[in-house]
């Protein structure tokens, strides 16, 4: 039984063979193949936080295979009247054949996993988002081909979603620069397990010079709102416009998880311009998680 708690959870091998495989479900959707691997099967899915895409695309994915999805809120479950993980972990995995989890501390997935008998997903905690990096490296691959030897460029903080790109570069063998303000920087643990492929350069400009994608995310995430106006004048030179894109190589992509505030983090010219690759990226989700799926439950 494999859990899905981290990009590193997978190989270099099985995330190049799982992105793949993501290319080949989204033809085979798209060509109307009906494919039902999971019937019967049941995904919990655990929110402490919000969620557009993540609910969707594993609801969807779900049905797609021919199973069914559940969403379980905090609001409504026993979990948010303080029944212990360990307990709702044992319980929920007693019925349910997979268990994603979107939640705040990454301990409290690790502990979830541990007394969860079937394959436990991160939907994202504050420290890493693998599910996004499935979906973003599968809209690089169709996009531009292998990403080996490009180079990305991480602007704004140094969150849950750099983390995760940290964890891909290392993988797929890329170079991750990462510009963010001095006191953002990614948490050291990341830095020391992927230093052979990332560099830290405070300079916006220089970080995106020659990149390949260029990616950025909120400056403000789910459980930082108090801290918003400080974020907005602390990252205000982070703000990836026309101007950052333009000393990037001229065929560079631009990313971004969403859900994205046009004005801050990103101009809405960038956004909804010709370098953006960001539905693509969205729709991913669903595929690169029903390979995920796939992968995890299917022998
Ligand atoms: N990108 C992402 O995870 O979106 P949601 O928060 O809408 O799930
Ligand atoms: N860094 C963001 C990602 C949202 C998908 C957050 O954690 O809120």
Redesign the pocket.
């Known amino acids: 039984m494999r859990h899905f708690l981290t990009l590193t959870d997978l190989s270099s091998a099985e995330f190049k063979q799982l992105l793949q495989r993501a290319i080949e479900l989204k033809r085979m959707q798209k060509a109307g193949e009906i494919y039902e691997p999971l019937k019967n099967r049941v995904l919990a899915m655990v929110f402490e936080?919000?969620?557009?895409?993540?609910?969707v695309?594993f609801e969807t994915g779900m049905v797609q295979f021919g199973g069914h999805a559940l969403f379980l809120s905090p609001r409504d479950t026993q979990l948010g009247r303080g029944e212990p993980i360990e307990d709702s972990a044992r319980v929920l995995s007693s019925m349910a054949d997979c268990i994603m989890v979107?939640t705040f501390e990454h301990s409290k997935i690790e502990l979830f996993a541990q007394y969860s008998s079937v394959p436990v997903i991160n939907?994202?905690t504050d420290d890493v988002?693998p599910?996004?990096l499935l979906a973003d490296m599968q809209a690089y691959i169709e996009s531009r081909g292998d990403i080996a030897g490009k180079t990305v460029t991480w602007v704004g903080d140094g969150n849950n979603m750099c983390h995760s790109y940290m964890h891909a570069a290392k993988l797929l063998d890329f170079k991750l620069n990462i510009t963010c303000p001095e006191n953002y920087t990614p948490a050291q643990s990341f830095i020391d397990e992927t230093s052979s492929h990332i560099e830290i350069i405070h300079d916006p400009v220089a970080a995106c010079t020659g990149s390949d994608l260029i990616v950025t995310d909120v400056w403000a995430s789910?459980g930082q709102e108090e801290e918003q106006l400080s974020r907005e004048k602390d990252f205000a030179p982070y703000q990836v416009n026309a101007g950052l894109m333009q000393v990037a190589n001229p065929d560079a992509l631009f990313m971004h998880?969403?859900?994205a505030h046009r004005g801050e983090e990103v101009t809405a010219d960038v956004i909804d311009g010709e370098h953006s690759v960001v539905w693509d990226e969205?729709e991913n989700?669903l595929h690169a998680q029903k390979a995920l799926l796939e992968f995890l439950l299917v022998e």
């Open positions: 936080k919000s969620s557009t895409r993540t609910r695309s979107r939907g994202l988002h599910c996004q789910m998880c969403l859900p969205a989700r």
